[in-house]
């Protein structure tokens, strides 16, 4: 029994590790974008536009590295998605639009921090490359009727887009 609750843990460090080593992968290159997408709304003159962004950004930030816990709210992952997703909206204009659902109750829980926003961002970028029309994107999070091993809540988080589905091979 110790030998599999040393199993357990270990396997639930590694899964920490691995969640870790992605998102520190993907903040770099997505700082390295925005700001980008920043310096090109300056160039076109669109400053309104470069203001709202450097405001998102700026939000996104600031909620990203005031909350150093690896677990936060559904609810603040939304907030910092949400964020995420003005930046891009100003970035690809029109391509897409997004709306969250989420009850209370749910928005509430924690789970681990920059969870969501991968998802949404290969939402964006596999929706648009093959889309010509505006993409929807749903960001969905709900309790479901089942219950973890140990008697825990589940709850589903789920983003999708309007694209084509993937062939599963």
Not at 108 to 123: F, G, R
Request: hydrophobic content about 35%; proline content about 1%; some cysteine.
């Amino acid at each position: 029994q110790e030998l599999m609750q040393q199993l357990e843990k270990e396997q639930e460090e590694k899964h920490t590790l691995e969640i870790q080593a992605l998102q520190a992968q993907i903040n770099p290159h997505f700082f390295y974008n925005t700001l980008v997408t920043i310096r090109f709304m300056i160039q076109m003159e669109e400053y309104q536009e470069a203001d709202k962004a450097i405001l998102s950004f700026s939000k996104l930030l600031r909620k990203a590295f005031a909350n150093q816990q690896r677990l936060i709210s559904i609810k603040e992952e939304i907030d910092m998605t949400e964020e995420y997703l003005t930046l891009m909206s100003l970035r690809y204009k029109d391509k897409f639009q997004w709306k969250t659902i989420i009850d209370y109750e749910t928005g509430e829980l924690e789970i681990l921090k920059n969870l969501i926003q991968p998802l949404v961002e290969n939402a964006i970028h596999y929706a648009l490359e093959e889309m010509t029309e505006t993409c929807y994107i749903t960001i969905l999070a709900a309790e479901t009727d089942k219950t973890g091993k140990n008697g825990e809540r589940c709850i589903r988080i789920s983003v999708t887009n309007s694209g084509s589905s993937f062939d599963e091979d």
